[in-house]
């Protein structure tokens, strides 16, 4: 009995002990090549979280990273993985964020792979979601957090010190943080005089080291398993098109799938809150996402970019205005954010191309806050002037 019932924990030992010592470079050679196009529209969490994916897609001047969250996951035709694959435009969309990633995920991932971003061009989705007045919050952090990425930041000793301090002191309210006794001590050192927390910092630095390494270990099997492919919609109609007659072609695709309700959303969506509308009506009165410690966490991202010498287009999104009327979220509320947004990317010098001036284009959006079949067009004609380093000019196409 004790022999049947050890045999089984000594091999699971064994095998653990096995993947532990195998070198990385061994690893590394496993995971195929073509894992890294098999990712850029997986939407996949462990790439996310990890560094070797996105260290060789960024490796290679055929990706163009597209940063943002939830939005990214809505692959219609339109969808830039797509519409670029279709009609081809020398280069393929890295897709990197989903529901809840915010300006601090995304730094910490951006602050992981600083050395790779010189001159590097990526696009950033902004969503005005991410700035309610009271910021992130543990439901949105907790899940998109990387352990991996904390750690790594805990030894960059390239980034600027004083944005560095910065961000330790904000991530230092999350409970990834404050309950990994390695990473709360190491950060806690980084911001205070304290002799006896820099002094247990230096103790623990060599625990903490190995502990990143068993991460990247992690990461790298992680990468050899891969993910799960996403369903795509790869239509040959949107080819040799116009920008204006897409933007036809979009806006009566969205005609047919949003029939049932007045504020253009996707029948699909609105089936799902159809008998909670009337409920909110003027339930977003006095709302607004003019202020909010989002900011202080963008201009992290922003300060990071800068540095590390990126050349980003954001993507400024509107939110469904008809929708947002119906609840009572006022139009200052929105445009207080719109503005201030808009101004806080100019002052760094970075380009934005700003689409809120759709709020009420039909089509634009696909259901309250995502991007929609039309918007896809304008943010498509955007990303494509933006990589040919062409003049971006979002009102080209004609309002339909």
Known sequence: MKKALFSPIILAFLVLVILVVIPNRWIEKMIPKSRISQAATE??????????VQNKMLEDDHYLPIYGSSELARLDRYHPSNYFQVTGAGFTPFLIG???????????????????????KIVFVLSPQWFQPKGTDESHFVPNYSSLQGYDLAFNKKIDPIV??????????????????????????EITDNPWTKRASTLIRPFAFTYRELLIKKDLYYSLAGGISRKRDLSPKVKNKSWDELAVQATRFGE?????????????????IRKLVPSLRDNKIGASYGESPEYQDFQLVLDLLKQSGAEPLFISVPVNGKWY??????????????????????????????????????????????????????????????YHGNKINVDVVQAM
Do not use: C
């Not at 989903?98 to 590097?120: A, W």
């Open 43 to 52: 939407l996949n969490p462990f790439m996310f979280q990890g560094k070797y």
């Open 98 to 120: 989903r529901g809840g990633t915010v300006s601090l995920t995304h730094f910490l991932n951006f602050s992981e792979h600083m050395d790779q971003l010189k001159g590097k």
């Open 164 to 189: 560095k301090k910065k961000a330790i002191k904000r991530l230092l309210k999350f409970s990834p943080i404050q309950n990994d006794p390695f990473l709360s001590i190491m950060y806690k050192a």
């Open 256 to 272: 047919r799938r949003s029939t049932n309700n007045q504020f253009y959303v996707i029948n699909s969506q609105y089936n799902k």
């Open 325 to 386: 009327d119906y609840t009572g979220f006022s139009k200052e509320g929105r445009t207080a954010y719109y503005d201030r947004i808009k101004k806080q990317i100019e002052s760094e010098g970075f380009q934005i191309a700003d689409f809120s001036n759709h709020e009420y284009d039909p089509y634009f959006m696909k259901d309250t806050i995502h991007i929609g079949w039309k918007g896809w067009v304008y943010i498509d004609k955007a990303i494509k002037d933006f």
